[in-house]
């Protein structure tokens, strides 16, 4: 099993700044990707930020130019550094691991964190 503990969401005015933390622990042989995803109330899940383990990234448009996510391979944790932050940027924040784990190493895992939430204010 692995574990997936986020951190990082509040409340903060538009135009600021936050920064969320997802650390992954447990069996863990590789992971091919850490990404955040993200849904507001009454919307589905979408895509935010994604980093695969060779350092590739990809954006959701609605984010990129705002959004940086980085990852630390050594820590298996994934940041996400968020600036210019809109009221539309207000939603519950998921973590999401693309893990091999030991004894099946051909497969690949999908784990998901508890969610962090992030309100941005007007």
């Known amino acids: 099993q692995v574990q997936l503990v986020e951190s990082g969401g509040g409340l903060v005015q538009a135009g600021g700044s936050l920064r969320l933390s997802c650390a992954a622990s447990?069996?863990?042989?590789?992971?091919?990707?850490m990404g955040w995803y993200r849904q507001a109330p009454g919307k589905g899940r979408e895509l935010v930020a994604q980093?695969?383990?060779?350092?590739?990234?990809n954006y959701a448009d609605s984010v990129k130019g705002r959004f940086t996510i980085s990852r630390d391979n050594a820590k298996n944790t994934v940041y996400l550094h968020m600036d210019s932050l809109k009221p539309e940027d207000t939603a519950v924040y998921y973590c999401?691991?693309?893990?091999?784990?030991?004894?099946?190493?051909?497969?690949?895992?999908?784990?998901w964190g508890q969610g962090t939430q992030v309100t941005v204010s007007s």
């Open positions: 447990g069996s863990i042989f590789h992971i091919n990707a």
């Open positions: 980093i695969f383990s060779g350092g590739n990234t």
């Open positions: 999401n691991a693309k893990v091999q784990q030991y004894g099946a190493i051909r497969l690949e895992y999908a784990y």
